[in-house]
């Protein structure tokens, strides 16, 4: 049924329109209902359909449930200032009191006579003990002696025995209660804050909502053309328009407009300075937690396990001087160069070439009795080298076959022979040819020297083609040993040695990446097997590159047998070495054995 409007004619109509109905009634035969109030339409000089009273009602309605939540925030906020205002003047009274410490009272003074004898005279004397405060007259004058005395404090004999420039007891503890209780109010405003910050963001959510609601109604009103309408509907338009809280009248924004961005900028400074707090609270977490990895480091690093005087600490626990091959010269250590003679213990070498030169330490390949040896001299009177290569000998399967070694100690350093059994002879692995087969039996007897040596807790962390020799009759039953051990630690008696970290020679594989601060020591042997066996296969030194989240070789023209030996050495993965090794130790035997 279409809107009822008002003019000339609808009146005349609904005038006959009434009539029937009442002709209708009165003859009984049916009662009909209007869909509309007619005192509503017929009021004063303006007339309204049904569905204009019901917008008009509901505007009216959201008007007033506005009106009331604008009151409900302002009560909220004046309850929360009023709570900031009363914290404020309880912090502000705890701090005077604070300050405000009551003194003991004094005890009243006294007024003595002075006239009777000398002796009451020096019975009222001040003793030793009291303050020298009293105020008498002369002996010889008639009157009285007011003797003004004050109580000792507690802390008074420690005020005076304190140094100067350090607050006494007393001080400090008022100090630290003042401290204490102004941190308690600090971080009870803190909670208020809160709490109000998030009271807000709620009453900001609900107004929101509310806004949303409305907000639909004005954009179809605005995405619609303009039409023509009637004047009631014009009328209602602009009404509704007018009462409206939420839309702009003139430019200006409402008063609840004006609340909510004043809320929000109050929001947002809370936001601001709460965000302030937390990164002055991460800063200084930050710098506690810098100050406890440096304080870590330089304790991890206050030993190194390398150290000659470490080691020689360390050989003390042991009878090594007991052993045959062990000797002392009691002289100092004499100079060794290239093309030169050598006399130890009654035998003579011929020094041919020197095989490695670095610091303290010196590798020289010699000849005796029709023998190539190699000697090694070092400038610390610590037989580390002998200690370690001893321990290996005996736990080795394969001893007949092993190098003989003999030590002797001079006054400054030590030197080390090594010469070989009966019908065998010494090599050096960097030696051997880009032969790919004997490459692989080499591969496989250095798997078995590391696992020899992780085996009995020993670590070498050094390992390298010019440090590595071979002692045997026959290329397949070759015994590989190192030459030299400087870098070499002892596990068993070394045990605060956990990580790579602690290990100097795996710095460098540290600082490019390969290897992590925490991850085990023995990982440091996996690297130097990689290593030796690259430049054995390449005669280059490896440059390992990342990939993803693994580590493989720059320059990789190798067969999926050594592509897969490579990449277990260089990724560990958390796995142990003697896994790792013992793999690889039966595929390549497989293959070259």
Same mark, same amino acid.
């Given at each position: 049924?279409?809107?009822?409007?008002?003019?000339?004619?609808?009146?005349?109509?609904?005038?006959?329109?009434?009539?029937?109905?009442?002709?209708?009634?009165?003859?009984? =035969?049916?009662?009909?209902?209007?869909?509309?109030?007619?005192?509503?339409?017929?009021?004063?000089?303006?007339?309204?359909?049904?569905?204009?009273?019901?917008?008009?009602?509901?505007?009216?309605?959201?008007?007033?449930?506005?009106?009331? %939540?604008?009151?409900?925030?302002?009560?909220?906020?004046?309850?929360?200032?009023?709570?900031?205002?009363?914290?404020?003047?309880?912090?502000? #009274? *705890?701090?005077?009191?604070?300050?405000?410490?009551?003194?003991?009272?004094?005890?009243?003074?006294?007024?003595?006579?002075?006239?009777?004898?000398?002796?009451?005279?020096? %019975?009222?004397?001040?003793?030793?003990?009291?303050?020298?405060?009293?105020?008498?007259?002369?002996?010889?004058?008639?009157?009285?002696?007011?003797?003004?005395?004050?109580?000792?404090?507690?802390?008074?004999?420690?005020?005076?025995?304190?140094?100067?420039?350090?607050?006494?007891?007393?001080?400090?503890?008022?100090?630290?209660?003042?401290?204490? #209780?102004?941190?308690?109010?600090?971080?009870?405003?803190?909670?208020?804050?809160?709490?109000?910050?998030?009271?807000?963001?709620?009453?900001?959510?609900?107004?929101?909502?509310?806004?949303?609601?409305?907000?639909?109604?004005?954009?179809?009103?605005?995405?619609?053309?303009?039409?023509?309408?009637?004047?009631?509907?014009?009328?209602?338009?602009?009404?509704?328009?007018?009462?409206?809280?939420?839309?702009?009248?003139?430019?200006?924004?409402?008063?609840?407009?004006?609340?909510?961005?004043?809320?929000?900028?109050?929001?947002?400074?809370?936001? +601001?300075?709460?965000?302030?707090?937390?990164?002055?609270?991460?800063?200084?977490? +930050?710098?506690?937690?810098?100050?406890?990895?440096?304080?870590?480091?330089?304790?991890?690093?206050?030993?190194?396990?390398?150290?000659?005087?470490?080691?020689?600490?360390?050989?003390?626990?042991?009878?090594?001087?007991?052993?045959?091959?062990?000797?002392?010269?009691?002289?100092?250590?004499?100079?060794?160069?290239?093309?030169?003679?050598?006399? /130890?213990?009654?035998?003579?070498?011929?020094?041919?070439?020197?095989?490695?030169?670095?610091?303290?330490?010196?590798?020289?390949?010699?000849?005796?009795?029709?023998?190539? =040896?190699?000697?090694?001299?070092?400038?610390?009177?610590?037989?580390?080298?002998?200690? /370690?290569?001893?321990?290996?000998?005996?736990?080795?399967?394969?001893?007949?076959?092993?190098?003989?070694?003999?030590?002797?100690?001079?006054?400054?350093?030590?030197?080390?022979?090594?010469?070989?059994?009966?019908?065998?002879?010494?090599?050096?692995?960097?030696?051997?040819?880009?032969?790919?087969?004997?490459?692989?039996?080499?591969?496989?007897?250095?798997?078995?020297?590391?696992?020899?040596?992780?085996?009995?807790?020993?670590?070498?962390?050094?390992?390298?083609?010019?440090?590595?020799?071979?002692?045997?009759?026959?290329?397949?039953?070759?015994?590989?040993?190192?030459?030299?051990?400087?870098?070499?630690?002892?596990?068993?008696?070394?045990?605060?040695?956990?990580?790579?970290?602690?290990?100097?020679?795996?710095?460098?594989?540290?600082?490019?990446?390969?290897?992590?601060?925490?991850?085990?020591?023995?990982?440091?042997?996996?690297?130097?097997?990689?290593?030796?066996?690259?430049?054995?296969?390449?005669? $280059?030194?490896?440059?390992?590159?990342?990939?993803?989240?693994?580590?493989?070789?720059?320059?990789?023209?190798?067969?999926?047998?050594?592509?897969?030996?490579?990449?277990?050495?260089?990724?560990?993965?958390?796995? $142990?070495?003697?896994?790792?090794?013992?793999?690889? *130790?039966?595929?390549?035997?497989?293959?070259?054995?």
């Amino acid at each position: 049924m279409e809107g009822l409007s008002v003019s000339s004619l609808s009146a005349n109509q609904s005038t006959v329109q009434v009539n029937m109905g009442a002709g209708l009634h009165d003859g009984g =035969v049916a009662s009909q209902w209007s869909p509309y109030c007619k005192e509503d339409l017929m009021r004063g000089g303006e007339e309204l359909c049904f569905e204009e009273l019901r917008a008009e009602r509901y505007n009216q309605q959201k008007q007033k449930e506005m009106e009331e %939540k604008m009151r409900h925030l302002k009560e909220q906020q004046e309850q929360l200032s009023q709570e900031l205002e009363e914290k404020k003047r309880l912090l502000l #009274r *705890k701090s005077q009191q604070i300050s405000n410490v009551d003194q003991p009272a004094a005890a009243p003074f006294k007024i003595l006579d002075e006239s009777g004898s000398k002796e009451s005279v020096r %019975k009222s004397e001040p003793s030793s003990d009291e303050l020298p405060d009293d105020v008498f007259l002369r002996p010889d004058e008639k009157g009285l002696c007011v003797r003004v005395q004050f109580p000792t404090r507690p802390d008074q004999n420690l005020q005076q025995n304190r140094p100067p420039g350090q607050p006494s007891r007393t001080e400090r503890d008022l100090r630290a209660e003042r401290d204490l #209780r102004a941190e308690r109010d600090l971080r009870a405003e803190r909670e208020l804050r809160a709490e109000r910050d998030l009271r807000a963001e709620r009453d900001l959510r609900t107004e929101r909502d509310l806004r949303a609601d409305q907000d639909p109604d004005s954009q179809e009103s605005v995405s619609q053309p303009k039409k023509q309408l009637s004047p009631i509907e014009e009328i209602s338009v602009e009404a509704a328009s007018l009462t409206s809280p939420g839309e702009l009248s003139g430019g200006n924004f409402s008063p609840l407009d004006q609340e909510q961005d004043q809320n929000q900028n109050q929001n947002q400074e809370q936001d +601001q300075n709460q965000n302030q707090d937390q990164e002055q609270d991460q800063e200084q977490d +930050q710098e506690q937690d810098q100050d406890q990895d440096q304080e870590t480091l330089s304790q991890s690093h206050a030993v190194d396990p390398c150290d000659p005087e470490v080691r020689r600490q360390l050989l003390d626990l042991f009878d090594i001087t007991s052993s045959a091959n062990l000797h002392s010269e009691q002289r100092p250590l004499p100079a060794v160069e290239e093309c030169s003679l050598l006399d /130890l213990g009654g035998d003579t070498f011929f020094i041919e070439s020197r095989l490695l030169d670095r610091h303290s330490v010196s590798i020289f390949r010699a000849a005796a009795d029709n023998q190539s =040896v190699f000697i090694k001299v070092e400038r610390c009177s610590a037989p580390w080298d002998f200690y /370690l290569f001893t321990r290996l000998k005996e736990n080795s399967p394969s001893a007949d076959r092993a190098a003989l070694i003999s030590c002797f100690l001079f006054e400054d350093g030590c030197v080390t022979v090594y010469t070989p059994p009966a019908d065998h002879q010494l090599t050096v692995v960097a030696d051997c040819g880009p032969d790919l087969a004997r490459v692989g039996v080499t591969a496989v007897r250095l798997l078995e020297l590391v696992l020899q040596l992780h085996g009995c807790s020993l670590l070498h962390a050094g390992l390298q083609p010019g440090v590595l020799a071979s002692c045997g009759a026959a290329a397949n039953q070759d015994w590989l040993f190192p030459l030299d051990w400087s870098s070499s630690l002892d596990l068993d008696l070394q045990k605060d040695v956990r990580s790579v970290q602690q290990i100097p020679s795996a710095q460098g594989y540290i600082r490019l990446g390969l290897l992590q601060p925490a991850d085990p020591p023995h990982t440091v042997d996996l690297v130097g097997v990689a290593e030796t066996i690259y430049f054995l296969l390449t005669n $280059s030194e490896m440059k390992p590159e990342r990939h993803g989240s693994s580590w493989t070789l720059k320059h990789d023209v190798f067969t999926s047998t050594w592509r897969r030996f490579f990449g277990l050495l260089l990724n560990a993965g958390g796995r $142990s070495s003697i896994s790792i090794l013992s793999e690889l *130790k039966d595929q390549l035997s497989e293959l070259y054995l």
